[in-house]
C-alpha cells in the first residue's frame, strides 16, 4: 500500500499547513486514534509526507479545537474528553431555525426520499444493536438536511459544526435504547419536513437536541451542562 502524501492532494483548497490539519481532524474524529494516545510529529509527519513543522502547527490548531492536548516537554495526546461550553448548546439551537426553514422549502423529492430510507435502514440497525451502522446513518441524516437548505454557506457552516460534535454523538448512540429513540426523534423531523411545516420540524429538532445533550450529562461526558 502506498503511503498517503498530504502534499499529493491537489484537490484540497487549504494550504499545506491547513491540509495537514483537516486530515489529523478527520482522522482524530473518525476514531483512528486510541484515548489518551500519544501523537507523535516525527511519526505523523512521516505517514503524510510532510515536515514536523506543519503538524506543529496543526497540533496548535488541534488544541484550540479541544481535539487534542499538548503538555510541555511531553508532546500531543489525543484528548478523549471533548470540549464543551454553553455556547456549544447554545450554537446548536441557534443553528436550528435557519435550518429547518430553508430545507422545509428547498428539500428535493430524492434528499426526501433519502431521509425516508435512512430513517428506515436505522430502525432496522437500532433493533439489532448495530451501533457502527447506527452512528453512520446518524452522521448521514444530519448531512442530507445539511445538503436540503440549499445554501452552501449554511451548509459549510453547519458541516464544520457537525465535525465538532461528531466524536461525542457516537459516544452518546452507544446503547440500544438511546440509538432507537434518537431514530424516532429523526422520523418526527422528517415527517414536519415533509409536511412543510418548519416550525414543527424545529419544535422536534429543538427536543431531539435537548435529549442528545441530557444523555450526554447522563453518561458522564459533560458535568453540569447548563
Known sequence: MSRYDVKQEVTDKYSLRGRVFHKLREDILNGK???NEELKEVAIGEELGVSRTPVREAFRQLELEG???IVPNKGAAFDSHPVWSPDSKKIAFQLAHARFKRATEHIT?????ELEENVYLASFHASKGHMEQMAELDNRFHHILYASCDSKML???LQDFHQYVIRIRRKTLSTKERSMASN????????AIKEKKPDEAEKYATQHMINAFDNIVKNGLYENFQ
Not at 424516532?184 to 415527517?191: A, G, K, P, T
Request: net charge negative.
Open 33 to 35: 486514534y486510541k484515548e
Open 67 to 69: 481535539l487534542i492536548q
Open 109 to 113: 423529492e430524492e434528499q426526501m426520499e
Open 155 to 157: 451548509e459549510n457552516l
Open 184 to 191: 424516532e426523534e429523526h422520523r418526527l423531523i422528517m415527517e
